[in-house]
């Protein structure tokens, strides 16, 4: 399937059940039926502004998430037919990022201007960080766990907040941990390992370093020198790491070798590969 000739993919989600996957690019949000023969898409998304940069699934896939330069990030009700906006917030700045709370109910959200955001997408209650002045937020992550919480920045910094929550909270409570110089360049994505155990940050210094939540020390580093690593995703176990990079490839790195080596190269794009999802299941002994 072909998305856009003017536009790069910024981000890829499939939905819940494996048969439908969104892509978002420049003023395009687009759904592919996967079981299909079919390279259209199936739905394009009708008044959308300037670059979407994410986009993600309810777990039971009845509502969306996108997030765009337009300030705003949306929730599309998949549910109707066809599928419609049923609510937005406005940063006030570009949004670089957004990413579901384990909850379902909150979304982190990381804008240009510097801000972190947690929203409550029921209540509407919502709080913003600022980490570092003059510094863009590239990407936020949640742990699956639901206990921490993390945004990585244009210089290269990675902070992380604890998240914690009580019955009668609309929001969960969020404390400053930690704040880890993790790349000389820019932080292209941040993400937690499904064991929430791990967190990899990936940048455009050619590296995609991981980190042990337990210290919040590095673990190892992944080099595909002179290339930005622009995404990065955890297989169900957290075992083995997908990378994509500018040089076009994706690579597949074994995680459980004391040298992380990389084993696998995917070929065949021309350009940067700058968006990859992977969902697999943990199979029972």
Same mark, same amino acid.
């Given at each position: 399937m072909r998305f856009v000739e003017t536009?790069?993919?910024?981000?890829?989600?499939?939905?819940?059940?494996?048969?439908?996957?969104?892509?978002?690019?420049?003023?395009?949000?687009?759904? $592919?039926?996967?079981?299909? =023969?079919?390279t259209a898409p199936i739905i394009n998304f009708d008044g959308v502004q300037? =670059?979407?940069?994410?986009?993600?699934?309810?777990?039971?896939? =009845?509502?969306?998430?996108?997030?765009?330069?337009?300030?705003?990030?949306?929730?599309?009700d998949m549910i109707s037919a066809p599928p419609h906006c049923s609510r937005v917030f406005d940063c006030q700045a570009p949004v670089n990022a957004a990413c579901l709370h384990p909850n379902q109910v909150e979304i982190a959200m990381g804008s240009q201007n510097g801000g972190v955001y947690?929203?409550?997408?029921?209540?509407?209650?919502?709080?913003?960080?600022?980490?570092?002045?003059?510094?863009?937020i590239q990407d936020v992550a949640i742990s699956p766990d639901g206990h921490y919480m993390a945004a990585g920045n244009n210089k290269g910094n990675c902070y992380i907040w604890e998240l914690s929550s009580s019955p009668n909270q609309h929001l969960s409570t969020i404390t400053a941990r930690v704040k880890i110089p993790a790349h000389n360049r820019a932080i292209l994505?941040?993400?937690?390992?499904? #064991?929430?155990?791990m967190l990899v940050t990936?940048?455009?210094?050619?590296?995609?370093?991981?980190?042990?939540?337990? #210290?919040?020390?590095?673990?190892?580093?992944?080099?595909?020198?002179? $290339?930005?690593?622009?995404?990065?995703?955890?297989?169900?176990?957290?075992?083995?790491?997908?990378?994509?990079?500018?040089?076009?490839?994706?690579?597949?790195?074994?995680?459980?070798?004391?040298?992380?080596?990389?084993?696998?190269?995917?070929?065949?794009?021309t350009k940067a590969i700058t968006a990859l999802s992977f969902k697999d299941e943990i199979v029972p002994d």
């Open positions: 536009s790069q993919v910024n981000a890829l989600d499939r939905t819940p059940d494996k048969t439908r996957l969104a892509a978002c690019g420049y003023q395009c949000i687009r759904l $592919y039926d996967l079981e299909s =023969n079919c300037k =670059n979407v940069t994410r986009l993600g699934f309810q777990e039971d896939g =009845n509502w969306m998430y996108t997030a765009g330069e337009d300030h705003r990030v949306r929730i599309w947690l929203w409550d997408v029921k209540s509407e209650v919502h709080e913003q960080l600022l980490p570092e002045v003059d510094a863009s994505r941040c993400k937690f390992s499904p #064991d929430s155990r990936t940048s455009g210094d050619g590296t995609a370093c991981i980190w042990k939540i337990e #210290d919040f020390s590095k673990w190892c580093e992944l080099v595909i020198k002179g $290339y930005w690593v622009w995404d990065a995703a955890f297989s169900a176990d957290s075992k083995w790491l997908f990378t994509a990079s500018s040089d076009g490839i994706a690579r597949l790195w074994n995680l459980k070798t004391e040298t992380k080596k990389s084993i696998r190269d995917y070929t065949g794009h």
